[in-house]
């Protein structure tokens, strides 16, 4: 059976991602296939853009949801292939806090870009942001 928490306790459990990743977290946008975990090194996945968040990560969350401030625009991607994951830091760049899926519009990952085919070069835009914490 599965575990049922509180709204409160849902919203304090995202917001708690929001103060970890804290102000100017830095998002890296990988291809190939997503590590077992945050703390599992990435490989041979290569970073296809780097993008700079809010400040704060984003406002207090709400029903369980986190929402993310608008994250600036990588207007030069560092390589081309195609999104699959992503990895939050802190501002310092090496402290990792989260990893999730990557779609395109209208795909439903936690982390959604104009388009997941990247271009070396070419803009890189996310579009929405929302981690959902679970045991609604």
Not at 3 to 16: I, Q, W
Not at 103 to 118: E, K, V
């Amino acid at each position: 059976m599965a575990l049922k928490f509180s709204t409160d306790l849902r919203n304090s459990r995202a917001d708690a991602i929001s103060t970890a990743i804290g102000n100017g977290g830095i998002l890296r946008i990988y291809d190939g296939t997503r590590p077992a975990n945050v703390g599992t090194a990435v490989t041979t996945q290569v970073v296809l853009a780097e993008l700079t968040g809010g400040s704060p990560f984003a406002p207090a969350a709400s029903s369980g949801v986190l929402t993310a401030n608008a994250i600036t625009q990588d207007s030069s991607a560092n390589a081309t292939g195609t999104a699959s994951w992503f990895r939050l830091f802190q501002a310092n760049g090496t402290t990792a806090v989260i990893d999730g899926d990557v779609t395109a519009t209208g795909g439903g990952g936690d982390l959604t870009l104009n388009t997941i085919s990247i271009a070396s070069g070419g803009p890189v835009q996310v579009t929405s942001a929302v981690f959902t914490e679970g045991g609604a």
